[in-house]
């Protein structure tokens, strides 16, 4: 499957922003999926995850209760909603397919990964 992260950009603290990542070559709905970052000198850090039919997320703890992730397998699109921006949100968004049914938050599980998407806070 091919995954193509988008809607990142540079925005204020305590702007929203949407992340979009559209599959190709095959359906998301057997995967499940995450959403990772990394700033510039830091590693890949997991941020949210869902699983196939969406009855279960999870959440970094920086982001919990301001970022939203969602799928609509229909679409072949998986989401990132992201609220109250803040300066140290910023990175680059990758968006990945793990053929796992439960969701998992370390990078090398994850056998799909698409090209991110820049998202620059400024406070």
């Known amino acids: 499957v091919q995954l193509q992260a988008s809607g990142g950009g540079v925005v204020q603290s305590g702007d929203s922003l949407r992340l979009s990542c559209a599959a190709s070559g095959r359906t998301v709905s057997g995967y499940s999926m995450g959403w990772f970052r990394q700033a510039p000198g830091k590693e890949r850090e997991f941020v949210a995850g869902?699983?196939?039919?969406?009855?279960?997320?999870k959440y970094v703890p920086s982001v919990e209760g301001r970022f939203t992730i969602s799928r609509d397998n229909a679409k072949n699109v998986v989401y990132l909603q992201m609220d109250s921006l803040r300066p140290e949100d910023t990175a680059v968004y990758y968006c990945?397919?793990?053929?796992?049914?439960?969701?998992?938050?370390?990078?090398?599980?994850?056998?799909?990964w698409g090209r991110g998407t820049q998202v620059t806070v400024s406070s």
């Open positions: 869902i699983n196939r039919d969406e009855s279960l997320k």
């Open positions: 990945a397919a793990d053929t796992s049914s439960i969701i998992r938050d370390l990078p090398r599980t994850y056998t799909f």
